[in-house]
């Protein structure tokens, strides 16, 4: 009676073929983060800009329909929403800005109860890349520039 030879092989990946996977892997999950990351950032830019148009709307909104002046300010890294009681402003909301956005103003808009606003602008840059301006002209019309990049 003769012995049958079984063979060892069972059809299985070797070591080194499974280390070349995962390194290629690697390689290509790492490429493609590092090609998406200035998306990501562009995309909390432009709904931090999305976020100042907002708030300058409610600022007329609430001037009209409230009768109180309003304006928007931005300190310590806040936007804040105030409205104007006996000659002071006090914030009504605020919302934080992402640290690595940076805003600057000549003038803070302030909106009045007639329609009529003191007009400014507001300068909204990121770090690296993008910069952009918002305008409200004194008829309370809000416009803002393209996205340029830094």
């Known amino acids: 009676m003769e012995q049958m030879r079984i063979s ?4 299985g990946l070797t070591l080194y073929e499974v280390m070349i996977s995962i390194t290629a892997v690697g390689i290509i999950s790492d490429l493609i983060t590092v090609s998406l990351l200035p998306l ?10 999305d976020q100042f ?11 009209l329909t409230k009768r109180k002046s309003h304006r928007i300010n931005s300190d310590s890294g806040f936007l804040m929403l105030q409205n104007k009681n006996a000659g002071n402003y006090k914030t009504v909301s605020q919302e934080k800005i ?3 956005i940076s805003v600057s103003a000549n003038r803070w808009p302030s909106l009045s109860a007639f329609g009529i606003t003191s007009g400014g602008s507001i300068v909204i840059e990121n770090e690296d890349y993008y910069s952009t301006k918002i ?5 309370g019309r809000i416009r803002q520039t393209a996205f340029e990049r830094n």
Request: proline share 6%; aromatic share 12%; charged share 30%.
């Open 135 to 139: 305008f409200v002209i004194p008829m």
């Open 53 to 63: 148009k907002d708030t300058l709307r409610q600022a007329k909104w609430l001037a």
């Open 40 to 49: 990501l950032d562009r995309s909390e830019f432009v709904k931090t800009a």
């Open 98 to 100: 992402p640290e690595e």
């Open 8 to 11: 060892s092989y069972c059809g």
